[in-house]
């Protein structure tokens, strides 16, 4: 890994670095990557479908949570 590039990644603010995150993870989905679920991931997943399945209105867009990060984590 470029030491450098992680360096400059460092000094971005907190909410700077959780939009490069946001990026660079939308970019690795679009090239096809699936990572694994584990054991206690298809539990919860199945777990919240059905939550959501019995209450399908009780939802929060992720922008909204996107919006509620930056705004908690750009002051600092």
Do not use: C, F
């Amino acid at each position: 890994m470029n030491s450098q590039l992680v360096n400059e990644a460092r000094e971005l603010s907190l909410a700077e670095q959780i939009e490069l995150i946001d990026a660079l993870w939308e970019s690795i989905v679009k090239q096809g990557y699936q990572p694994p679920l584990t054991p206690e991931q298809s539990v919860e997943l199945d777990r919240r479908l059905e939550a959501h399945q019995r209450n399908p209105d009780d939802v929060v867009s992720w922008d909204s949570i996107k919006r509620e990060i930056l705004d908690k984590y750009s002051h600092q």
